[in-house]
Nanobody, 126 residues
Framework: QVRLVESGGGLVEVGGSLRLSCAAS????????MAWFRQGAGKEREFLAA????????VYADSVKGRFTISRDNNKNTLSLQMNSLHIEDAAVYYC???????????????????WGQGTQVTVSS
């Protein structure tokens, strides 16, 4: 079992930045995929970025490449998402997730992730 708790959401103006964090506890050893997703009102859950816990292999969604940066600190069992140049359409509930250990590139499909946090709200104002 893995428990995930997100933090760092809030209200930010267009063009601003936020840094989200996800604290993981439980069975966190191994080359797990660790990912960030988001879900806007009335929308499906959207993949943003993922990283392999041990190898550090990273994948990004095209929609956030160059603006968002995913990172992890294995000593602290935390996953982070630095978000810059935020747009109105970035407003959503942001979730961290832990998924399979197999494979090289972390998966992008939410169905492949087994553990989820409760989410943190990001609101972008104009």
């Amino acid at each position: 079992q893995v428990r995930l708790v997100e933090s760092g959401g809030g209200l930010v103006e267009v063009g601003g930045s936020l840094r989200l964090s996800c604290a993981a506890s439980g069975r966190t050893a191994g080359n797990y995929a660790m990912a960030w997703f988001r879900q806007g009102a009335g929308k499906e859950r959207e993949f943003l970025a993922a990283i392999r816990r041990n190898t550090g292999d990273i994948v990004y969604a095209d929609s956030v490449k160059g603006r968002f940066t995913i990172s992890r600190d294995n000593n602290k069992n935390t996953l982070s998402l630095q978000m810059n140049s935020l747009h109105i359409e970035d407003a959503a509930v942001y979730y961290c997730a832990v998924g399979p250990r197999a494979g090289r590139d972390p998966p992008k499909s939410p169905e492949q992730y087994d553990y989820w946090g409760q989410g943190t709200q990001v609101t972008v104002s104009s």
